[in-house]
């Protein structure tokens, strides 16, 4: 963990901002200041805290060097019915709009794509507005690893295991307001590193999302910043995505930039597009087609396996009471 010696681009020159803001994690310390795989290059300007720190880097500082989460501990509560499904099928096989609509051509295209250093704010109904970056939230609240199912609304599904933060902790250590209903969420916009946000100008980009705050508490919600034991490769949303595997995958945004409490049922992406095809909670739900296919069965990718669709994709001894009341 390393004071940075002064303010740069990309933090906030906002005075609402709390110090945490400036703390970033050491790998991306070297990399914000140039001195990955420099080893003693110390430039002009660092303090001698900062230079000590560069003289102790490895020649090379490995992703995931710097205090690693990995392994973390597996949450022993969710158990699968199902083989997972092969890390590398997982990972050729995405929805990620933002760079294209062809699900095997997503891994082909992230390259440009820069998942650190990345700053998360915390805005709307919170006692204090703030600026982080992620490595500081990895760092402050706990992870765990969780094996769950995923349900894509177009009936394709996959058996994971990730890594993440209880969304729970997280809201916990965001402090929503009494007045906070539900949680917004953002993705980046970045058409010079996502080439589907300069073409595909249709959209209204940045992809954007939402939950209700019971939603957001609920045991199942996790923040995943990994997946198969390592960081999410840039096809799954790195450096941290939201996971809801009682609704369909859609709600699960990736490359989150922005966490807004607010009073308001928030508009979301997919429902603006469409909104007869996709619903704010998106839960779930055999009997209920989507207005062009039926959802009463899913196919597992990598094995083409056919299982019928489970309400709640099988998680409503946690899910299905946040909807007593509708
Ligand atoms: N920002 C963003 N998040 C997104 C999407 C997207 O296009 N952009 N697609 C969603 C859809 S439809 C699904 S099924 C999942 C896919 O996650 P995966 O590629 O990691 O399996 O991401 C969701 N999150
Ligand atoms: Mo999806």
Known sequence: MVH????????????????????????????????????LAVGAGLTRAARALAAAAPAVAAPGAA?????????PAFVLDRPLTGEQVAATYNNFYEFTE???????????FEPRPWRIEIAGMVETPRQ????????????????????????WAM?????????REFVKWAKPTSSARFVRMVSFLRPDEAPNQKTATWYPWPYYEGLRLE??????????????????????????????PWKYGFK????????EFTDRQ?????????????DFLANVNPKVPHPRWSQATERMIGSDERRPTLPYNGYGQWAAGLYDKG
Not at 159 to 167: F, L
Request: aromatic share 8%.
């Open 159 to 167: 058996a994971v295991p990730w890594t993440g933060i209880p969304m």
């Open 102 to 112: 062809q699900k095997d051509a997503v891994a082909r295209l992230v390259g440009k």
């Open 67 to 75: 205090r690693s989460i990995y392994p973390a501990r597996r949450n």
């Open 4 to 39: 940075l010696p002064r303010r740069r681009g990309w933090e906030i020159p906002d005075s609402s901002a709390t110090p945490e803001a400036a703390f970033v994690d050491r790998r991306d310390f070297l990399k914000l200041v140039g001195l990955a795989g420099a080893g």
């Open 266 to 278: 928030p508009k979301t992406f997919w429902n603006d597009v469409a909104a007869k095809e996709y």
């Open 132 to 155: 982080v970056d992620v490595g500081y939230l990895i760092r402050s609240l706990p992870v765990e690893e969780r094996l769950y199912r995923h349900r894509c609304v177009e009936a």
């Open 252 to 259: 699960s945004i990736k490359s989150i930039v922005r966490f």
């Open 215 to 244: 939603e957001a508490m609920n045991d199942l919600t996790l923040l995943a910043v990994g997946i198969y034991g390592h960081d999410l490769p840039k096809q799954h949303g790195a450096p941290i995505r939201l996971v809801t």
